[in-house]
């Protein structure tokens, strides 16, 4: 008798019991009104101007309070992930539900972190639901950072999620080695990911290529503050330029290789920011963000494209763009066309995530796949959102590692922290 097989088989029958049980809890009482968003709907002529312009509009919120306050009929989207869901859950309003989750979820002999994974899983799709619900919105809604590097089971949630709201869910699946061999697998099954935590033109030309994901992203006011942080320079401009970049990369992108994947401007700090990236494909705007572009009561002829716009980065004189390789933002050079023209001749689609990170380092790109260490990893969640660049000046001088890739690991961090902060919440509701 093969054991091996029957307790393959039993742990896939539960796994499938597990997921109908959860979908049909998430779903209980959902009624939404696809279609009808539009109905009854304010339209706003600021944000009209910006979709006649081409670009899509989706607000970077996940307060139903907030969102309400701005939506018109212009807003089509709107964006979660784990700090804004840990904000919604950290107020109490689903202590109810996290109870009555682990109710669910107790004749399914689950370890203590697979409940927790799986508690992180019902808050994010009913969150994400309520939104479906509310605004007739697609949601993008974010898997648990434990998933990051775990190629299989980030696949699997995706499914779950898909499964749940397949009318309106994007999965956003982090920029990892795993996360983005994951994407591949779910773009090659129809299911939309927003590819999230991309920070440069150059990661989003290697995600474009080999992941074919809906969306990618350029943090773009991050990228400002780092340069501000580190007394570079104003940083103005700089996340900009590498948005337009990005933007740029991915039209040659459609035009060569038939890549339908569509650029997100991410991490807006200022309305000035939206007027100034007007008509690239997709923005999340947070609503302090969104109040500011109206304030500004910019007329439609100062709304105008400006993606072809050369934006010059706010530097302090005698500055060297180098020291902190700011060309990895903008850059996406011959080598890493090459690198992934000669990755897509290869078994790709039988990679692991290590795999992926040596063909890379074989091919001269490794840098935008560092093999971190646990000191760098450590310093790094120490730093913040934000890198201080000295304690990276080593790295970066030896181009083992790009901005872009530092801010990505610097992105993740932070996303971790406020996972944990979540699930200490959840854990203590369920002490109680």
């Not at 009854?40 to 139903?64: H, Y």
């Not at 002829?301 to 903008?330: C, H, I, M, Q």
């Not at 011959?334 to 290869?346: F, G, H, S, T």
């Not at 990276?392 to 030896?398: G, M, Q, S």
Request: hydrophobic residues 40%.
């Amino acid at each position: 008798m093969d054991t091996g097989t029957g307790e393959a088989m039993s742990k896939s029958d539960g796994d499938k019991a597990l997921a109908s049980a959860v979908r049909q809890f998430v779903r209980q009482g959902f009624e939404p009104r696809f279609g009808e968003g539009a109905e009854g709907a304010v339209s706003e002529p600021a944000w009209r101007r910006l979709r006649e312009i081409g670009t899509e509009l989706w607000l970077d919120t996940g307060s139903i309070d907030d969102a309400s306050a701005l939506w018109t009929r212009e807003f089509s989207a709107l964006t979660t992930n784990n700090t804004l869901l840990n904000r919604e859950v950290q107020t109490g309003r689903y202590d109810d539900l996290i109870g009555k989750a682990a109710a669910l979820l107790d004749p399914h002999g689950l370890s203590e972190r697979e409940r927790l994974l799986e508690i992180a899983f019902i808050l994010n799709a009913t969150h994400g639901l309520r939104l479906v619900e509310t605004f007739d919105a697609y949601v993008s809604v974010e898997e648990h950072t434990d998933l990051a590097n775990d190629l299989d089971a980030a696949v699997a949630v995706a499914r779950r999620y898909h499964a749940i709201c397949s009318e309106r869910f994007i999965i956003k699946i982090p920029f990892t080695p795993a996360g983005l061999l994951a994407t591949r697998r779910l773009s090659q099954e129809q299911i939309p990911v927003n590819h999230t935590l991309g920070f440069s033109a150059r990661q989003n030309y290697l995600i474009a290529r080999v992941g074919r994901p809906a969306y990618v992203n350029v943090f773009l006011g991050r990228l400002n503050s780092f340069v501000a942080d580190n007394a570079l320079g104003t940083g103005t401009y700089v996340g900009e330029k590498a948005t337009l970049a990005s933007q740029q990369a991915l039209r040659l992108l459609r035009r060569d290789y038939g890549v339908t994947t569509r650029q997100i401007g991410a991490s807006f700090r200022s309305g000035e920011q939206v007027r100034d990236l007007a008509g690239i494909d997709v923005m999340t705007i947070p609503p302090k963000v969104a109040k500011g572009f109206l304030d500004l009561k910019a007329s439609p002829d100062e709304v105008g494209d400006k993606t072809s716009t050369a934006y010059t980065p706010g530097l302090n004189k005698g500055v060297d763009p180098a020291t902190a390789r700011l060309d990895t933002l903008w850059d996406v050079g011959p080598d890493l066309a090459a690198c992934i023209d000669a990755l897509e001749k290869d078994c790709l689609d039988s990679f692991s995530a290590d795999d992926l990170v040596d063909f890379l380092a074989e091919h001269g790109c490794g840098d935008i796949f560092p093999r971190w260490t646990d000191e760098q990893r450590a310093t790094s969640a120490t730093d913040g959102k934000i890198p201080v660049l000295d304690h990276w000046r080593d790295e970066l001088a030896a181009k083992a590692v790009g901005l872009d890739s530092l801010m990505n690991l610097a992105g993740l961090n932070s996303f971790i922290a406020d996972q944990k902060d979540m699930d200490d919440r959840v854990a203590g509701v369920l002490a109680k």
